[in-house]
């Protein structure tokens, strides 16, 4: 391979300082034409490629956004997607780590992103996160950090999110507008915001329409589709089972469909089913599963603004929060009124 030219290497073929070829290169004004002329062609006959790292170094910038997620599933995916695009348009690269939900993980993430150099943080934490010292450190070396998706209370820092409890709130609501009165959920853990506030937004649709909160219907569990599976079994094994059921994912409505059809029920009729995010399964599967959309690519491009504008505006953004509105897409999965009216074609 072809030694890469070097300032070094013009400098000793035309016989001067390798300050004054460095200060040419950068059309400096205490060069003298001539000399700058020669640099010039010299290093355009050598291809000469400046070190960028070197040159990042020297402006403390190396125009690279460190990501860190939880996982890279279809949402996710689309939220990075929308990052990238903003940070593109704005002459960054993106740096993309996964936690797949481990807190040591995402430590070790952490870490290998500040050596590589990162300009900041655009963040996404894991489930299994409770303290955030090792965020703090980041911005006590004043690098910036926008949180998104899964929010981190305990962090000053600019945040972007979906109104989660607006999203729990209409899948519910549905349900009692469809009939259903017996309606469980399958939470996620109890120390994840997103999870906490859809639950949230249940309760409340409960609370508004004069139907009891049973504890024995909330199941909190991982937002895997095993895990809603087992516990979907558990809640169709109760005495007095539930009629619908609400999942704060489309993974763990999966997990639910395949419990339900074990036991043989049929949706809409017998059990009501919505999910969560809006994913394409919930169009494939029969039968279509009612999903409450948020705007994954959105939210990418919208948290991408925001850091680059942290990064060259004067604003303090540390207690900015912009809060995304979730929609409700209903499928044959929880439309029981429709199965009774006797216009209806769908079939299941």
Do not use: W
């Amino acid at each position: 391979m072809e030694k890469q030219a070097t300032i070094k290497d013009i400098a000793r073929a035309l016989q001067v300082s390798t300050s004054t070829v460095s200060r040419a290169l950068r059309n400096a004004n205490d060069v003298n034409p001539e000399t700058r002329k020669a640099v010039l062609a010299l290093a355009e006959e050598l291809n000469y490629q400046p070190n960028q790292l070197a040159l990042s170094l020297l402006n403390k910038h190396t125009h690279t956004i460190g990501v860190i997620v939880p996982n890279l599933d279809y949402v996710v995916a689309a939220m990075v997607k929308g990052i990238d695009e903003v940070a593109l348009e704005a002459g960054y690269t993106v740096m993309v780590c996964q936690s797949n939900e481990s807190y040591g993980r995402e430590i070790l993430n952490t870490r290998r992103l500040m050596d590589s150099l990162v300009d900041g943080f655009i963040i996404s934490v894991s489930s299994e996160t409770n303290m955030v010292d090792h965020f703090k450190k980041i911005q006590s070396q004043k690098k910036p950090i926008v949180v998104f998706d899964r929010i981190i209370t305990e962090l000053n820092a600019p945040k972007v999110r979906l109104d989660n409890e607006l999203g729990g709130y209409l899948a519910a609501q549905h349900l009692i507008d469809q009939g259903y009165k017996r309606i469980a959920i399958l939470a996620g853990q109890k120390n994840l915001d997103i999870s906490n506030k859809r639950m949230d937004g249940y309760i409340r649709a409960l609370k508004e329409n004069n139907i009891k909160v049973d504890k024995d219907l909330i199941m909190q569990c991982d937002f895997n589709q095993d895990y809603a599976y087992v516990a979907t079994k558990e809640l169709l094994a109760m005495k007095k089972r539930p009629d619908a059921i609400c999942t704060i994912s489309d993974r763990m409505a999966i997990g639910a469909m395949l419990a339900i059809k074990e036991k043989k029920l049929r949706m809409p009729h017998d059990i009501g089913l919505v999910g969560f995010n809006n994913e394409p399964v919930t169009s494939l599967v029969t039968p279509m599963i009612s999903s409450v959309e948020q705007p994954a690519f959105e939210m990418g491009k919208v948290t991408a603004k925001l850091f680059i504008e942290m990064m060259h505006g004067n604003t303090d953004l540390s207690e900015t929060e912009i809060v995304l509105k979730p929609k409700l897409f209903v499928r044959e999965s929880s439309q029981r009124l429709l199965y009774k009216s006797p216009s209806s074609t769908l079939t299941v």
